[in-house]
Nanobody
């Protein structure tokens, strides 16, 4: 079955960096766009970033643009999220999932394609 396992979260001071990883299995990884989401307790899950099947096209929420970078390694079935210049408002549980793509080749931020979620990885940014 579809599985994703997120890792790399932790406690960091504002201005610091973290690199999240997500290993996927149970589906043909390089045939799907992948996305990162985050959720704060009591709020809905929001799309943070996405990347298309080849890794050549990416998308970001305005709140993280210029600070976060998504990438993928199809040989390792892994997607990454490099987070720099972290802010306290980035504090959340982070998740990854397969997301939908446009027929023109880009990914659709926040549009889940395979509704299978891991346990997430907690990112806490102190001020």
């Amino acid at each position: 079955q579809v599985q994703v396992v997120e890792s790399g979260g932790g406690l960091v001071q504002a201005g610091g960096s973290l690199r999240l990883s997500c290993i996927a299995s149970g589906f043909t990884f390089d045939e799907y766009c992948m996305g990162w989401f985050r959720q704060v307790q009591g709020k809905g899950r929001e799309g943070v970033s996405c990347i298309n099947e080849s890794g050549g096209r990416t998308g970001y929420a305005d709140s993280v643009k210029g600070r976060f970078t998504i990438s993928r390694d199809n040989a390792k079935n892994t997607v990454y999220l490099q987070m720099n210049s972290l802010k306290p408002e980035d504090t959340a549980m982070y998740y990854c999932a397969a997301v939908k793509g446009y027929v023109t080749g880009g990914c659709i931020l926040g549009a889940v394609a395979l509704d299978a979620w891991g346990q997430g990885t907690l990112v806490t940014v102190s001020s």
